[in-house]
Each structure stands twice: as structure tokens, then as C-alpha cells.
């Protein structure tokens, strides 16, 4: 599947937020062809499903599915489990047909750190979660392709 075929949500943080209303700022302005970040990060961020979904990114999908379910009380439960494995398959299903909130970002303190991912709680049924309510920022200073 190209970059072009996934549902893909790209938007940059401004380091000088601009105000709209009295009191109020706007700090973020979505990303649009033909901007270059937003060609660069959609064709990353196709790459990087493709990983996932090949037989080692799985395992590693597979992985943290593990861990997260173990953290969930779900102890005792093996690598080939078939919880893992529908939490893992469901999960890439997701993020197949939709990205998290990619964030090119200006804020970071340090041109060293390349990205981060601000998890935040979630709740619910894994049918439930929804990908676009993820981020995933990409340090603004560090130049794509060269890090």
C-alpha cells in the first residue's frame, strides 16, 4: 500500500504559536502535499508499516502486545498465545488504514532526540482504539534522512 493510499495525518507545531482570539493560540497547522516535510514523513511513515507488518516487525508488534496485556493482569500468557496474536493482527489492521497524529515539531530542547511518543491513557475495547488519537512527534531540527 503507497503513502498516497493510507489515511494520513500530518501537521507541524510551531515554535512561536500564532494567536487567533484574545487569549488563545494556534500552535499547530496541518501539512499538505506539496510541502517536502510532508512528502519525507508520509513516505516514512509507509515504510514503517511496512516493517510492522513483515514477519519480524509482527514478532516485535507481537511483543508489546504481550507486555501490555501482562501489564493488564493477563499473566501467564506465552508468545504464541492467541490473544497476542489477535491484538497484534488488529492493531496493524488499524495502523494499515490510518496513522497516528504525525507531529513535526519544533519544541524539542535538543537536535539529538529524533522523535517521541507522548503515550497517554486509554481505555476500552481493542475494537475500540482509535490510531489518530496517538501522536507521534518528529523533532522539526533534525534534518529527514540524515540522522
Known amino acids: ?15 512561536r504559536p500564532v494567536t487567533t482570539t484574545p487569549g488563545s493560540s494556534n500552535d499547530l497547522e496541518e501539512l499538505g502535499m506539496p510541502d517536502q516535510r ?7 511513515w509507509s515504510k514503517v508499516v511496512d516493517i510492522l507488518c513483515s514477519p519480524r516487525g509482527l514478532s516485535a508488534v507481537r511483543a508489546y502486545s504481550m507486555l501490555a496485556l501482562q501489564r493488564q493482569g493477563h499473566v501467564g500468557l506465552t508468545m504464541d498465545h492467541t490473544i497476542s496474536r489477535a491484538v497484534a493482527q488488529a492493531f496493524l489492521a488499524k495502523v494499515q488504514n490510518t496513522s497516528p497524529l504525525l507531529v513535526d515539531d519544533g519544541t524539542f530542547e535538543s537536535r539529538r532526540q529524533v522523535s517521541e511518543h507522548p503515550r497517554g491513557s486509554w481505555s476500552g475495547s481493542y475494537a475500540s482504539f482509535d490510531v489518530r488519537q496517538q501522536a507521534i512527534k518528529l523533532n522539526s531540527h533534525v ?4 540522522f
Open 38 to 44: 510532508y512528502i519525507l514523513i508520509a513516505a516514512a
Open 143 to 146: 534534518r529527514l534522512g540524515h
Open 1 to 15: 500500500m503507497s503513502a498516497g493510499s493510507r489515511n494520513i495525518a500530518i501537521v507541524r507545531r510551531r515554535t
